[in-house]
């Protein structure tokens, strides 16, 4: 395990036997970074009635918590087709609130806030982008750390890159 972590950073094996509580079905999202910015990934599952159709994961050595939460999710948008009746969940309010709130209004004022920048431009535009094309799918805030397993799942692929074994 990484010196950064105060929390036990589990393997999938460990989350499987430990969590079964939450959503059987979906795609569930997450992005860390240890310290922040500093090294981190993401993790994307997807599931159907409990059980695990695919999951993907990936890293970066200078990120920040938020990039990695966006990867998370584009990954997860890039998962579906374009007609698919899904769930996408993530335990990232800022982002869900990002895709569902505000990246409208920010892309009617051509990329631009009434408060300045928007952080990490490029990737809330591919995000938001490729939620258009997916109009079937809803994307819900979940909370982090609750033992949902599939939330579980994702954190653990996320963190996966500060340890030795998936």
């Not at 395990?1 to 094996?13: C, Q, V």
């Not at 993401?42 to 990867?71: I, P, Y």
Request: neutral net charge; proline residues 4%.
């Amino acid at each position: 395990m990484s010196k950064f972590f105060s929390a036990p950073n589990l393997t999938l094996h460990e989350v499987l036997a430990k969590f079964h509580s939450g959503p059987q079905s979906g795609v569930f999202t997450d992005g860390c970074c240890q310290p922040n910015p500093g090294p981190g990934g993401w993790g994307v599952v997807w599931v159907k009635n409990g059980s695990l159709l695919t999951r993907r994961h990936g890293c970066e050595q200078d990120t920040t918590n938020n990039r990695m939460e966006l990867s998370a999710l584009i990954e997860a948008y890039k998962l579906l087709p374009a007609d698919a009746e899904e769930t996408i969940y993530s335990d990232s309010n800022l982002c869900v609130s990002t895709v569902n709130e505000w990246a409208a209004q920010w892309e009617s004022r051509g990329w631009k806030r009434k408060t300045g920048a928007i952080a990490n431009l490029e990737l809330v535009k591919e995000l938001y982008a490729l939620a258009k094309t997916h109009p079937q799918v809803t994307l819900k805030w979940i909370r982090a750390h609750d033992g949902s397993l599939w939330n579980e799942y994702a954190d653990s692929l996320a963190n996966a890159w500060a340890r030795d074994k998936l």
